[in-house]
């Protein structure tokens, strides 16, 4: 089993529900060890990028959950882009009734499915 640190980037204010649901169902859906790394507070200072930064450095991906508006979301294109410079793989999921938009320079969003979701970790981390 690996070891993995996701950092789930999400639109703070709307998506926290979201978050909860992806911890809650990875702790019996993934056949991997997932440590949350997100951060706890919205997006508002350089202090804030810099703890971003940071949170990401240690994690080994960086899955984004997308909302209805995560693709308008500031502090999740700034985590994206955290994500690129430090060479972190980045993919988005979203539930399999929505149909929102995902952050714009990324692969599509693949389905909230734990079958799928274990399979792009695996393709993106070995």
């Known amino acids: ?24 169902e ?5 056949q991997h060890r997932v440590r949350n790394c997100s951060l706890r507070e919205a997006y508002p ?7 971003a930064r940071e949170a990401i450095h ?7 959950l997308v909302g209805q508006d995560t693709h308008n979301a500031p502090g999740v294109r700034d985590e994206v ?8 793989p980045v993919f988005q999921i979203r539930r399999r009734k ?10 599509s969003p693949i389905p909230w499915r734990w079958k799928r979701i274990n399979q792009k970790i695996d393709e993106l981390t070995n």
Do not use: H, P
């Open 45 to 51: 200072t350089q202090e804030w990028k810099d703890r």
């Open 26 to 30: 990875a702790k019996t859906r993934t």
């Open 58 to 64: 240690e994690c080994d991906i960086v899955i984004v």
């Open 81 to 88: 882009d955290i994500a690129r410079s430090l060479r972190k």
């Open 1 to 24: 089993m690996a070891r993995l640190s996701i950092f789930a980037s999400f639109e703070f204010d709307k998506d926290k529900k979201l978050k909860n649901e992806f911890f809650g």
């Open 98 to 107: 929505d149909n929102y938009t995902g952050v714009s320079g990324l692969e």
